[in-house]
């Protein structure tokens, strides 16, 4: 017998030698078994790109022990009782038959002797091993066990046990909601909530689909698989998370959003609830706002000297405006309550208007708008007009109104800050003239304007030096002199990083301030590209120039540069 397990990279080079998959479809399996964790052959059958009988068979002379076709089989319950369904879940194993003090068992990797060993100590039997197919095996487990308690304990292995208590929880009629507070489904929302700040994600996915559930957390800006539940619990588990954040349990036609507060440890973190109507029930993403992960000293972000230089210049100047732009996720809103965090001091009232409030900040008055009751982006910086502000940030600059009343405070001696939805900062200005804004109130009124990009780093702890292909390389647009310059390295995969070669991530920035040369461009009607080339002839960096700074250093790979800037 084989003694070792067949790695997941030998498999897939022997489906490929023997023609039952391309390379191109390894690669894209092993991309997938990464992030999934999951078995190869498992994933090959779940993409469809091999038939599960042809892994099982190949398996089987790899093993060399008999395939077993498990829809012939029908295994008595006594049979089933001999092996717990916990060890069952956990090693992906089904007891079949027995004969006198031999046992049968399916096993997914029937060449792992350490299993083998367990279920002889368990079972008391002498283990013979047969292999199956492990999407049809893991299909046969969950048929004949269907003990909850066993398979959330098998989910919720490796997740840190912490004492958690949820905050300003309501209390709702026992007898509507049994099945939501029902313990296992309460410690498997609980496990997911605290194993997902441990894991440093910024949000929690639950997903119902047509014959899976499906889990996944946002780590530095990827979303990555973490487990799939039973389908049986779809319905709890969305209850559970419904009374957790006080939103309508009865009510799932309309999407709907709350919030969930707990304490783990002496971490207070809140999320932010949103559930949506899908076709197979309702999907919830929650966005973790942990306080103890902002970082709000802007010289730890990563800006280069001038641009650094710059924007502390705009947050210090006594008027005048201060925008943020990107797309959603790109970090805008920190950067916003860090600038805010420098110029808050005991002589200034600031005010900001946000939808939703992220950060709760001491000695910053922070409103939440609600367009529902007419307190809009407008309406609440016209009330902060007559409330004696020094400093005002509002969330975002959606219309016209709301860009002519923030223009009008920047013009009457007050700092603004705002975000805008622009692809980098010379766009910016296009933007608001597009929305009626008149050029020589732009001119005047903004001081700087900062696009951002939030990328990747190359995990520290498998971090290699890598060689890219010519091809790959022309991407960045640079000479050959310049690409000999800089040393490329990548992440090779390891448990820090969840094999992804990733961790953490890096802003990327490109600051404009706008300068004597830059207003006449605006009140001249310069294009977004004249803006852009002067600019860059004063020294500002393209989002390019900062990722290709940021190569130089080691911080990043090409892939990220490439993704998320414009050449």
Same mark, same amino acid.
Do not use: W
């Given at each position: 017998?084989?003694?070792?397990?067949?790695?997941?990279?030998?498999?897939?080079?022997?489906?490929?030698?023997?023609?039952?998959?391309?390379?191109?479809?390894?690669?894209?399996?092993?991309?997938?078994?990464?992030?999934?964790?999951?078995?190869?052959?498992?994933?090959?059958?779940?993409?469809?790109?091999?038939?599960?009988?042809?892994?099982?068979?190949?398996?089987?002379?790899?093993?060399?022990?008999?395939?077993?076709?498990?829809?012939?089989?029908?295994?008595?319950?006594?049979?089933?009782?001999?092996?717990?369904?916990?060890?069952?879940?956990?090693?992906?194993?089904?007891?079949?038959?027995?004969?006198?003090?031999?046992?049968?068992?399916?096993?997914?990797?029937?060449?792992?002797?350490?299993?083998?060993?367990?279920?002889?100590?368990?079972? $008391?039997?002498?283990?013979? *091993? +047969? /292999?199956? @197919? #492990?999407?049809?095996?893991?299909?046969?487990?969950? =048929?004949?066990?269907?003990?909850?308690?066993?398979?959330?304990?098998?989910?919720?292995?490796?997740?840190?046990d912490e004492d958690l208590e949820i905050v300003e929880e309501e209390e709702e009629e026992e007898a509507d909601y049994a099945i939501a507070d029902d313990a296992p489904v309460v410690k498997l929302i609980n496990g997911l909530l605290t194993d997902a700040v441990r894991r440093g994600a910024s949000d929690i996915h639950i997903e119902p689909f047509e014959t899976e559930l499906r889990v996944r957390y946002r780590i530095d800006g990827a979303l990555l698989e973490v487990m799939k539940p039973p389908l049986k619990l779809k319905a709890a588990l969305t209850s559970r998370v419904k009374i957790m954040s006080n939103l309508n349990i009865a009510e799932r036609r309309v999407p709907q959003d709350g919030r969930i507060k707990i304490k783990v440890g002496k971490r207070v973190i809140d999320f $932010?609830?949103?559930?949506? *109507? +899908? /076709?197979? @029930? #309702?999907?919830?993403?929650?966005?973790?706002?942990? =306080?103890?992960?902002?970082?709000?000293?802007?010289?730890?972000?990563?800006?280069?000297?001038?641009?650094?230089?710059?924007?502390?210049?705009?947050?210090?100047?006594?008027?005048?405006?201060?925008?943020?732009?990107?797309?959603?996720?790109?970090?805008?809103?920190?950067?916003?309550?860090?600038?805010?965090?420098?110029?808050?001091?005991?002589?200034?009232?600031?005010?900001?208007?946000?939808?939703?409030?992220?950060?709760?900040?001491?000695?910053?008055?922070?409103?939440?708008?609600?367009n529902e009751i007419g307190m809009t982006f407008a309406a609440a910086l016209r009330a902060f007009l007559r409330q004696d502000p020094n400093i005002i940030m509002v969330g975002e600059i959606r219309d016209l109104e709301t860009g002519s009343i923030a223009i009008k405070a920047a013009l009457t001696g007050h700092l603004v800050l705002s975000t805008l939805h622009t692809n980098d900062a010379p766009s910016t200005i296009t933007r608001m003239l597009d929305m009626g804004i008149e050029p020589f109130n732009v001119a005047s009124a903004v001081n700087l304007i900062v696009a951002q990009r939030l990328i990747r780093r190359i995990c520290k702890d498998c971090k290699a030096e890598h060689e890219y292909t010519s091809d790959e390389l022309a991407a960045l647009g640079m000479t050959d002199g310049e690409l000999a310059e800089i040393t490329f390295y990548k992440g090779t995969g390891c448990s820090s990083c969840g094999d992804t070669g990733y961790r953490g991530r890096a802003g990327l920035y490109e600051v404009m301030a706008l300068t004597p040369a830059l207003r006449r461009m605006i009140l001249q009607g310069g294009s977004a590209d004249e803006l852009k080339e002067k600019a860059i002839e004063e020294g500002m960096l393209t989002l390019r120039m900062d990722g290709i700074m940021k190569l130089r250093k080691g911080i990043t790979t090409l892939e990220e540069i490439v993704k998320e800037t414009a050449g």
């Amino acid at each position: 017998m084989v003694t070792s397990a067949v790695s997941g990279l030998r498999i897939g080079d022997l489906l490929v030698g023997e023609g039952l998959i391309s390379q191109e479809q390894l690669e894209q399996a092993l991309i997938e078994q990464r992030s999934s964790g999951a078995r190869l052959g498992y994933v090959l059958v779940k993409l469809g790109f091999v038939l599960e009988i042809e892994i099982t068979k190949m398996l089987a002379r790899q093993y060399h022990v008999p395939a077993v076709d498990l829809s012939r089989f029908e295994v008595d319950e006594k049979i089933i009782k001999l092996v717990p369904s916990d060890v069952a879940l956990k090693h992906t194993v089904l007891p079949l038959k027995r004969d006198g003090r031999s046992l049968t068992v399916a096993m997914a990797e029937p060449g792992n002797m350490q299993i083998v060993d367990d279920l002889k100590f368990i079972t $008391r039997c002498d283990i013979v *091993p +047969v /292999i199956a @197919g #492990e999407y049809t095996l893991r299909t046969a487990i969950e =048929k004949y066990y269907e003990q909850t308690d066993a398979q959330l304990a098998s989910l919720l292995e490796g997740m840190e046990d912490e004492d958690l208590e949820i905050v300003e929880e309501e209390e709702e009629e026992e007898a509507d909601y049994a099945i939501a507070d029902d313990a296992p489904v309460v410690k498997l929302i609980n496990g997911l909530l605290t194993d997902a700040v441990r894991r440093g994600a910024s949000d929690i996915h639950i997903e119902p689909f047509e014959t899976e559930l499906r889990v996944r957390y946002r780590i530095d800006g990827a979303l990555l698989e973490v487990m799939k539940p039973p389908l049986k619990l779809k319905a709890a588990l969305t209850s559970r998370v419904k009374i957790m954040s006080n939103l309508n349990i009865a009510e799932r036609r309309v999407p709907q959003d709350g919030r969930i507060k707990i304490k783990v440890g002496k971490r207070v973190i809140d999320f $932010r609830v949103s559930t949506l *109507p +899908v /076709i197979f @029930g #309702e999907k919830i993403v929650m966005r973790i706002l942990d =306080k103890g992960n902002l970082t709000l000293d802007l010289k730890t972000f990563g800006f280069e000297p001038k641009a650094e230089k710059d924007l502390m210049t705009a947050i210090s100047n006594p008027y005048g405006m201060v925008l943020v732009t990107g797309p959603t996720g790109s970090g805008k809103t920190t950067t916003l309550y860090s600038a805010l965090s420098q110029v808050n001091t005991i002589d200034v009232n600031i005010m900001t208007a946000e939808d939703p409030v992220e950060y709760n900040i001491h000695g910053i008055n922070q409103v939440l708008v609600r367009n529902e009751i007419g307190m809009t982006f407008a309406a609440a910086l016209r009330a902060f007009l007559r409330q004696d502000p020094n400093i005002i940030m509002v969330g975002e600059i959606r219309d016209l109104e709301t860009g002519s009343i923030a223009i009008k405070a920047a013009l009457t001696g007050h700092l603004v800050l705002s975000t805008l939805h622009t692809n980098d900062a010379p766009s910016t200005i296009t933007r608001m003239l597009d929305m009626g804004i008149e050029p020589f109130n732009v001119a005047s009124a903004v001081n700087l304007i900062v696009a951002q990009r939030l990328i990747r780093r190359i995990c520290k702890d498998c971090k290699a030096e890598h060689e890219y292909t010519s091809d790959e390389l022309a991407a960045l647009g640079m000479t050959d002199g310049e690409l000999a310059e800089i040393t490329f390295y990548k992440g090779t995969g390891c448990s820090s990083c969840g094999d992804t070669g990733y961790r953490g991530r890096a802003g990327l920035y490109e600051v404009m301030a706008l300068t004597p040369a830059l207003r006449r461009m605006i009140l001249q009607g310069g294009s977004a590209d004249e803006l852009k080339e002067k600019a860059i002839e004063e020294g500002m960096l393209t989002l390019r120039m900062d990722g290709i700074m940021k190569l130089r250093k080691g911080i990043t790979t090409l892939e990220e540069i490439v993704k998320e800037t414009a050449g």
